[in-house]
């Protein structure tokens, strides 16, 4: 007979290995909880998941609003009593809030999983399942201002392009326009033809947060960001303007040939010129003109809390030809943004720098009223310093008071801040995109934050900045 | 009427299976507790077993309406009887938690293929109780065996024999050789081949108690898993490839050829990896399963789809889709519980799993006889890997490999093989038989 303690002792590898294989189990159960509660969400909405069709066969799928209580998609039966998803307003909000029929896209896709879970009472829930009867879905509150909204859908008109609002202190979105655009209601119908390549419109594609756009002289925002890195915060510039600016075989024009003259860095801005710009280009250190643009998320995926953005490309290196530097640096060559991210910047500057990330889906509210999930702003942090957004809040002022945006009416109450942009994006020079990207304060202190563009519209002082003042009337109204 | 049952089974059904889980985790504590308090938390598991089969069959019963199910539940607290009654006779001591783990897995395989389909599950019923009377049978013959180490060398060459069988004669399925048919029973060799290799390599290892004895089970593990590798079922090959390195480690206690071992093992993974395509396929199935998911990783994604929608709290039985799942009655059974059962249900029942191969650990430490330490050891180390390859797949912790889910899936090699594996463990302080000595308690 053997002790125990011998017993032990000589079988003690038995239990190293059964903790071995029991350790593989806790880390599989690890594996299994972090699944469930941050990657599952990814397979659930995606498109060969077919699972829904089981939800919708005990709850109605619920009511989507704007932030002011419009209906803006909601369940309805036709006379056969089947159920139809309807849009009231048709291509008003059909980026954003897409659509169910074909698969599923928008909100309604991101949401779909909320929109069927129904949160009413249980006891009312028990008493619909024995009648037969389906309960109704939560109800998708949107951070969309119904009116401004408009105002941008009317404003854009004719144009492809697209507008984005977002308040700066939250990151709320309260106004997102794509055209082309497409009918949501008859989505499956036209379906062929919505999506026929040949025609290449890409209706289906929301271009404020996945268009990848030349940015024009709206992207001196960041190299003037640049400029005051490699200055320490001092803006003391001097230039001498003669309407053009040479590197290597190239020339750069100022916008009409103007010759600004002497100006100083807020001129150069507010006057959007060129030469200037591009001359500052010249002088940045390109690993830190770069640091400066991934500072300001270019080339990253951007802090939102929507489904899916676009990467903005900025793409300079050391082996840059100088010719391509330069215009770089006036918002031309091989940089690409969305209008969502140069609305973000322009919302970091009119927060003192803190960047709150934008959303779309405010909260869900079950069928009875209860609030059942609201979502909190997130701080992103501060994207550029507080004095730089000082300067370059100034720098913005004086575009809209004496520079390039002058002209444009924004109305007595609102004291507006932006940049225009003219972007050119063929070899033909007269056809460009409009761009207007800032922002507005009104009496109260309420600020709004926008990007638009307008596709080959021409100057952006011209169409993208009127725009702009008519979203911010609806807005500030 | 039907929705109301199934929403609250949801409930009751998560409330038996925490409370078997919560007691199942006191038990592996098993030798530490008295045997009063042993007893009635035994008694107390098998009533949470039972009463979650009898929910689960009756909220089917009431979705499907088919009174069927009631008898599939009576049929299987035959089998439970049936099976608790032969262990009692065969040996001194009943490690009622390891049965009652068995039995719980049962009444899921029950449950789940009843609500996969139905006429799997009476099949699985007619296997149970086959599988039942068959392994009984082994176990009498083993039992009678004089001094079984002897046979050790007959043990490797049929097992050789019968896998190289495979490779070469049998049928292709997902890109692997893995059985052959006999008439209309498809007869899986690997999975008893298992065992022969345990009984061999133990034989080895006791027989020679020195170097001898590591080498030649070495040179005849590696045969097997050649064979193996040359019938391309590398999830087998690699069960028993870990069984032989644990085993080898039980019995020599040498960390330097533990880390030996899996370093070559580690080496052989990674030539297996660039001479199998299919192996490749799966790699990307497993590392971005949505990128191919019509193609490659529909398996799998359907597999999340199905856990994912379900969510903690499961749909309810009858409610959910897992019937899209491809293979879903044998390799991804484990998604279709957890799409409607709940991730929570998941979960107990991968602790479930954890404590049953602690408990057969358990068994193999108080066994006094060495022969069948080592093959209980490896007994454990087989149940262990392959539920974790297989739960492991399904949630795409691991590749998948295309394994079963012991006493859960749908199968009779496996579940014949599984049953006799438990009833090794349970029995062996009764089983080793040495004329020489009559029965040897040392």
Same mark, same amino acid.
């Given at each position: 007979? /053997?002790?125990?303690?011998?017993?032990?002792?000589?079988?003690?590898?038995?239990?190293?290995?059964?903790?071995?294989?029991?350790?593989?189990?806790?880390?599989? /159960?690890?594996?299994? @909880?972090?699944?469930?509660?941050?990657?599952?969400?990814?397979?659930?909405?995606?498109?060969?998941?077919?699972?829904?069709?089981?939800?919708?066969?005990?709850?109605?799928?619920?009511?989507?609003? $704007?932030?002011?209580?419009?209906?803006?998609?909601?369940?309805?039966?036709?006379?056969?009593?089947?159920?139809?998803?309807?849009?009231?307003?048709?291509?008003?909000?059909?980026?954003?809030?897409?659509?169910?029929?074909?698969?599923?896209?928008?909100?309604?896709?991101?949401?779909?999983? %909320?929109?069927?879970?129904?949160?009413?009472?249980?006891?009312?829930?028990?008493?619909?399942?024995?009648?037969?009867?389906?309960?109704?879905?939560?109800?998708?509150?949107?951070?969309?201002?119904?009116? $401004?909204?408009?105002?941008?859908?009317?404003?854009?008109?004719?144009?492809?392009?697209?507008?984005?609002?977002?308040?700066?202190?939250?990151?709320?979105?309260?106004?997102?326009?794509?055209?082309?655009?497409?009918?949501?209601?008859?989505?499956?119908?036209?379906?062929? %033809?919505?999506?026929?390549?040949?025609?290449?419109?890409?209706?289906?594609?929301?271009?404020?947060?996945?268009?990848?756009?030349?940015?024009?002289?709206?992207?001196?925002?960041? $190299?003037?960001?640049?400029?005051?890195?490699?200055?320490?915060?001092?803006?003391?510039?001097?230039?001498?303007?003669?309407?053009?600016?040479?590197? %290597?075989?190239?020339? /750069?024009? @100022?916008?009409?040939?103007?010759?600004?003259?002497?100006?100083?860095?807020?001129?150069?801005?507010?006057?959007?010129?060129?030469?200037?710009?591009?001359?500052?280009?010249?002088?940045?250190?390109?690993?830190?003109?770069?640091?400066?643009?991934?500072?300001?998320?270019?080339?990253?995926?951007?802090?939102?809390?929507?489904?899916?953005?676009?990467?903005?490309?900025?793409?300079?290196?050391?082996?840059?030809?100088?010719?391509?530097?330069?215009?770089?640096?006036?918002?031309?060559?091989?940089?690409?943004?969305?209008?969502?991210?140069?609305?973000?910047?322009?919302?970091?500057?009119?927060?003192?720098?803190?960047?709150?990330?934008?959303?779309?889906?405010?909260?869900?509210?079950?069928?009875?009223?209860?609030?059942?999930?609201?979502?909190?702003?997130?701080?992103?942090?501060?994207?550029?310093?507080?004095?730089?957004?000082?300067?370059?809040?100034?720098?913005?002022?004086?575009?809209?008071?004496?520079?390039?945006?002058?002209?444009?009416?924004?109305?007595?109450?609102?004291?507006?801040?932006?940049?225009?942009?003219?972007?050119?994006?063929?070899?033909?020079?007269?056809?460009?995109?409009?761009?207007?990207?800032?922002?507005?304060?009104?009496?109260?202190?309420?600020?709004?934050?926008?990007?638009?563009?307008?596709?080959?519209?021409?100057?952006?002082?011209?169409?993208?900045?009127?725009?702009?003042?008519?979203?911010?009337?609806?807005?500030?109204? | 009427?039907?929705?109301?049952?199934?929403?609250?089974?949801?409930?009751?059904?998560?409330?038996?299976? =925490?409370?078997?889980?919560? #007691?199942?985790?006191?038990?592996?504590?098993?030798?530490?507790?008295?045997?009063?308090?042993?007893?009635?938390?035994?008694?107390?598991?098998?009533?949470?077993?039972?009463?979650?089969?009898?929910? !689960?069959?009756?909220?089917?019963?009431?979705?499907?309406?088919?009174?069927?199910?009631?008898?599939?539940?009576?049929?299987?607290?035959?089998?439970?009887?049936?099976?608790?009654?032969?262990?009692?006779?065969?040996?001194?001591?009943?490690?009622?938690?390891?049965?009652?783990?068995?039995?719980?897995?049962?009444?899921?395989? #029950?449950?789940?293929?009843?609500?996969?389909?139905?006429?799997?599950?009476?099949?699985?019923?007619?296997?149970?109780?086959?599988?039942?009377?068959?392994?009984?049978?082994?176990?009498?013959?083993?039992?009678?065996?004089?001094?079984?180490?002897?046979?050790?060398?007959?043990?490797?060459?049929?097992?050789?024999?019968?896998?190289?069988?495979?490779?070469?004669?049998?049928?292709?399925?997902?890109?692997?050789?893995?059985?052959?048919?006999?008439?209309?029973?498809?007869?899986?060799?690997?999975?008893?081949?298992? =065992?022969?290799?345990?009984?061999?390599?133990?034989?080895?290892?006791?027989?020679?108690?020195?170097?001898?004895?590591?080498?030649?089970?070495?040179? !005849?593990?590696? #045969?097997?898993?050649?064979?193996?590798?040359?019938?391309?079922?590398?999830?087998?090959?690699?069960?028993?490839?870990?069984?032989?390195?644990?085993?080898?480690?039980?019995?020599?206690?040498?960390?330097?050829?533990?880390?030996?071992?899996?370093?070559?093992?580690?080496?052989?993974?990674?030539?297996?990896?660039?001479?199998?395509?299919? #192996?490749?396929?799966?790699?990307?199935?497993?590392?971005?399963? =949505?990128?191919?998911?019509?193609?490659?990783?529909?398996?799998?994604?359907?597999?999340?789809?199905?856990?994912?929608?379900?969510?903690?709290?499961?749909?309810?039985?009858?409610?959910?889709?897992?019937?899209?799942?491809?293979?879903?009655?044998?390799?991804?059974?484990?998604?279709?519980?957890?799409?409607?059962?709940?991730?929570?249900?998941?979960?107990?029942?991968?602790?479930?799993?954890?404590?049953?191969?602690?408990?057969?650990?358990?068994?193999?430490?108080?066994?006094?006889?060495?022969?069948?330490?080592?093959?209980?050891?490896?007994?454990?180390?087989?149940?262990?890997?392959?539920?974790?390859?297989?739960?492991?797949?399904?949630?795409?912790?691991?590749?998948?490999?295309?394994?079963?889910?012991?006493?859960?899936?749908?199968?009779?090699?496996?579940?014949?093989?599984?049953?006799?594996?438990?009833?090794?463990?349970?029995?062996?302080?009764?089983?080793?038989?040495?004329?020489?000595?009559?029965?040897?308690?040392?």
């Amino acid at each position: 007979m /053997i002790d125990k303690k011998t017993h032990r002792l000589i079988r003690k590898e038995i239990y190293i290995v059964a903790v071995l294989f029991f350790g593989l189990f806790i880390a599989m /159960i690890i594996y299994y @909880c972090n699944y469930l509660e941050n990657d599952s969400k990814d397979f659930i909405y995606n498109a060969y998941n077919s699972r829904f069709s089981v939800f919708s066969d005990d709850v109605v799928r619920g009511n989507i609003y $704007t932030a002011d209580g419009k209906v803006i998609a909601k369940t309805v039966y036709d006379k056969d009593d089947n159920e139809v998803r309807t849009y009231p307003d048709e291509r008003l909000f059909c980026h954003a809030v897409g659509y169910v029929g074909q698969g599923m896209a928008g909100l309604e896709a991101q949401y779909s999983f %909320d929109l069927l879970k129904s949160n009413i009472p249980l006891e009312d829930q028990i008493n619909n399942n024995l009648s037969g009867n389906k309960s109704p879905g939560d109800s998708l509150y949107t951070t969309f201002d119904y009116d $401004t909204q408009m105002a941008a859908f009317e404003g854009l008109g004719m144009f492809d392009g697209a507008v984005i609002a977002i308040e700066p202190d939250t990151g709320r979105i309260v106004a997102m326009v794509s055209k082309p655009d497409y009918d949501p209601n008859t989505i499956s119908k036209y379906w062929d %033809d919505i999506t026929d390549s040949t025609k290449n419109k890409s209706s289906l594609l929301n271009r404020a947060t996945l268009g990848a756009y030349p940015p024009g002289s709206t992207f001196k925002i960041v $190299t003037t960001i640049a400029f005051l890195r490699a200055n320490d915060g001092d803006d003391t510039f001097s230039y001498n303007c003669n309407g053009k600016y040479d590197v %290597d075989d190239y020339t /750069i024009h @100022c916008s009409g040939n103007k010759k600004h003259g002497k100006e100083d860095l807020l001129k150069a801005f507010s006057n959007s010129c060129n030469s200037a710009y591009a001359y500052i280009g010249m002088e940045l250190d390109r690993d830190k003109y770069i640091g400066t643009t991934e500072d300001l998320l270019f080339n990253k995926e951007l802090p939102t809390l929507l489904e899916s953005t676009k990467k903005s490309s900025f793409k300079i290196d050391s082996s840059t030809k100088d010719s391509i530097v330069a215009q770089t640096a006036i918002g031309q060559g091989n940089t690409t943004v969305s209008p969502l991210h140069m609305c973000m910047i322009a919302s970091a500057i009119a927060n003192d720098g803190v960047l709150m990330e934008p959303y779309l889906a405010d909260k869900l509210v079950s069928a009875d009223g209860q609030l059942v999930s609201q979502t909190e702003p997130v701080e992103y942090g501060q994207l550029v310093s507080k004095e730089e957004s000082k300067l370059l809040q100034s720098y913005m002022a004086a575009v809209v008071e004496e520079g390039t945006a002058e002209k444009v009416d924004f109305g007595d109450e609102l004291t507006v801040y932006g940049k225009t942009g003219t972007a050119e994006y063929t070899e033909n020079k007269n056809i460009t995109h409009s761009w207007f990207v800032g922002y507005a304060v009104d009496d109260n202190g309420n600020k709004l934050a926008i990007a638009v563009i307008m596709e080959s519209a021409g100057y952006g002082s011209k169409y993208a900045a009127p725009l702009a003042a008519k979203v911010f009337e609806a807005y500030f109204q | 009427m039907v929705n109301v049952i199934t929403s609250f089974s949801r409930i009751t059904i998560l409330s038996f299976v =925490l409370i078997f889980t919560i #007691i199942d985790l006191i038990q592996i504590f098993e030798y530490k507790l008295n045997e009063a308090v042993y007893s009635v938390l035994s008694t107390i598991q098998s009533v949470m077993v039972v009463l979650f089969l009898f929910n !689960g069959l009756y909220v089917l019963f009431m979705a499907k309406d088919d009174p069927g199910m009631i008898m599939l539940g009576i049929f299987t607290c035959v089998f439970f009887v049936g099976f608790y009654v032969a262990v009692s006779k065969l040996c001194d001591f009943v490690p009622r938690a390891l049965i009652n783990n068995m039995f719980l897995f049962i009444s899921f395989g #029950i449950v789940t293929l009843a609500r996969l389909k139905t006429e799997l599950a009476a099949k699985h019923m007619i296997i149970l109780f086959v599988a039942l009377v068959i392994s009984l049978l082994v176990m009498m013959v083993l039992k009678i065996i004089d001094r079984i180490e002897r046979y050790m060398y007959i043990f490797a060459v049929v097992g050789i024999i019968l896998l190289l069988i495979v490779a070469f004669f049998g049928k292709v399925e997902n890109g692997a050789k893995l059985s052959f048919a006999a008439g209309p029973i498809r007869f899986q060799p690997s999975e008893f081949i298992k =065992l022969s290799f345990l009984f061999f390599i133990s034989g080895c290892i006791v027989t020679y108690k020195d170097m001898r004895g590591f080498l030649i089970s070495s040179v !005849g593990s590696a #045969i097997h898993v050649i064979a193996l590798v040359l019938a391309r079922d590398l999830g087998t090959a690699l069960i028993f490839l870990t069984a032989y390195v644990f085993v080898m480690f039980i019995a020599y206690k040498n960390y330097i050829v533990l880390s030996l071992e899996i370093g070559v093992a580690t080496i052989g993974g990674i030539l297996a990896y660039n001479y199998f395509p299919h #192996i490749q396929t799966r790699f990307i199935a497993w590392t971005d399963p =949505l990128s191919v998911v019509d193609d490659k990783g529909y398996q799998i994604s359907q597999s999340l789809f199905a856990i994912g929608t379900g969510g903690w709290l499961g749909s309810g039985l009858n409610k959910g889709m897992p019937n899209k799942i491809p293979v879903v009655t044998m390799d991804f059974i484990f998604a279709a519980i957890s799409e409607e059962m709940g991730a929570i249900v998941g979960l107990c029942l991968i602790l479930c799993f954890g404590c049953t191969v602690i408990l057969i650990f358990n068994g193999a430490f108080n066994c006094n006889n060495s022969f069948y330490m080592l093959v209980t050891s490896g007994i454990a180390v087989l149940f262990a890997v392959q539920t974790i390859l297989n739960i492991g797949g399904v949630i795409k912790f691991i590749p998948s490999t295309g394994v079963t889910l012991p006493f859960i899936s749908y199968g009779g090699n496996s579940m014949l093989s599984l049953m006799i594996y438990i009833l090794i463990v349970s029995c062996c302080n009764n089983l080793y038989f040495d004329s020489r000595q009559g029965r040897r308690h040392d």
